[in-house]
């Protein structure tokens, strides 16, 4: 019974809580201007990115690939990495 009072009074300050940040214009405000931020940072990282393996006029930088993307993507990159730090 002890767990089912524990995840009731869980569940009831969770419910509190998230009606008082709901209506918090100060809680609404930061949350923008967090997630505007956040975007912004992305767009800046993809180009940077892009220009990275493009260069400057188009053509591909030598030596630079686009890194390959899901978990084969992960894997190459973590085993690279492993090689370099224990040779």
Known sequence: MNAFAQRLANWLANEVLV?????SK???SFALRTH???EKA???IKE???????GGAGEKVKG???PLGGFRGFARAFV???KADFG
């Open 19 to 23: 009606k008082q940040l709901a209506r």
């Open 26 to 28: 100060t809680f609404q």
């Open 36 to 38: 505007l931020n956040v």
């Open 42 to 44: 992305k767009g800046v």
């Open 48 to 54: 940077t990115a892009e220009e990275a393996v493009l």
């Open 64 to 66: 630079v690939q686009k």
């Open 80 to 82: 690279e990495e492993v």
